[in-house]
């Protein structure tokens, strides 16, 4: 989605109130945990293996609630790399178990030397891939991938172009003449895809709570990653009340990311007319204030996000090392 943070004007003149989101501030353990991985993420993407094993495993060792099998994929990943093979087993078969899917391509990244580690692994990672299939709700995986399909239509050109449109034309103020024929067509998608989404959320937070939350350890990564779309998308939710103790308690049992968190509370914040506070955007690095920075980075620590910098123009990439060149490092 395009300028989601230029869509207060949008949907201030579609009728809706501001109101702030409610949610909860996660504990010391959890903003420690996650600002390693953060970090950790990023020493990753820059082949910084051994630092982002270290991270990755202060991270892990410390933290008391669920880790996400993502980061012990990843902290195999650079164990391996690093040659501490018995620590790359250990987080293997624990991201395995926990519902990592491991394909064909990162099979080949799994290479053990040590004859023990070697054995270890080839005798278990059809064992562990079993145990993971064995406490997989399939039942739940299937209504989830059927709702996703029943309101595939709208994530089409078709209804992404017409709010594309819509939020243009709040831009432009008195340039643009919502009076028009074509304006009102294209409202009337955007309308249709609102109500399809939050159709769609209702029934799928009445599956959470039956079923819990849908992790990739209980339906698979493609059902996990179809849920999080339609919890994103939970427009009629406007002060995340409903979502508030969903979205905390699967922050606590790794099952998202800060990022993730932060974004719906700001997508909420923001189509109710009001301000973000984390300043996480679905896409891109958004504009900040550089009066604000402060308070926006407190704002993000207080969950384990990283920092922001401030942007000097446009397409300016940030001078430190150790700051994103983009805000998608986690990849759950």
């Known amino acids: 989605m395009k300028n989601l943070f230029l869509l207060p004007m949008l949907f201030f003149a579609f009728g809706i109130n501001a109101q702030q989101a409610e949610y909860s501030t996660p504990t010391e353990n959890i903003i420690s945990y996650h600002e390693n991985v953060s970090a950790a993420n990023r020493m990753f993407k820059h082949d910084s293996l051994l630092q982002a094993f270290g991270k990755f495993d202060v991270a892990i060792q410390n933290y008391k609630g669920g880790i996400n099998a993502n980061d012990y994929f990843k902290a195999a990943l650079c164990a391996i790399h690093i040659k501490e093979e018995f620590k790359a087993l250990d987080y293997l078969e624990k991201a395995i178990t926990n519902g990592y899917e491991l394909d064909s391509a990162k099979k080949e990244d799994m290479s053990f030397y040590n004859q023990n580690t070697k054995k270890e692994y080839i005798d278990g990672i059809n ?197 994103p060149t983009n805000t998608n490092v986690y990849d759950y």
């Open 127 to 323: 064992k562990w891939h079993n145990q993971a299939a064995q406490v997989r709700n399939t039942m739940y995986e299937t209504e989830i991938l059927n709702l996703f399909e029943s309101i595939k239509k709208y994530n089409s050109s078709k209804y992404t172009s017409a709010l594309d449109y819509c939020i243009e034309c709040a831009q432009s103020g008195k340039k643009c003449n919502k009076t028009t024929p074509d304006y009102q067509s294209k409202y009337r998608l955007v309308r249709e895809k609102r109500k399809a989404d939050s159709i769609a959320a209702v029934a799928l937070v009445s599956q959470i709570q039956t079923h819990g939350f849908p992790s990739i350890k209980t339906v698979g990564k493609k059902a996990s990653d179809m849920a999080r779309q339609i919890l994103l998308n939970y427009d009629s939710d406007r002060s995340n009340k409903i979502l508030s103790s969903i979205l905390y308690r699967a922050l606590i049992d790794g099952n998202i990311s800060p990022e993730f968190y932060a974004t719906v509370i700001d997508r909420r914040n923001v189509l109710n007319g009001g301000t973000p506070e984390f300043y996480q955007p679905s896409a891109g690095q958004e504009k900040i204030i550089a009066t604000n920075i402060a308070v926006i980075n407190k704002k993000r620590k207080s969950i384990g996000l990283y920092p922001l910098v401030v942007l000097k123009s446009t397409g300016t990439k940030p001078k430190t090392p150790a700051a």
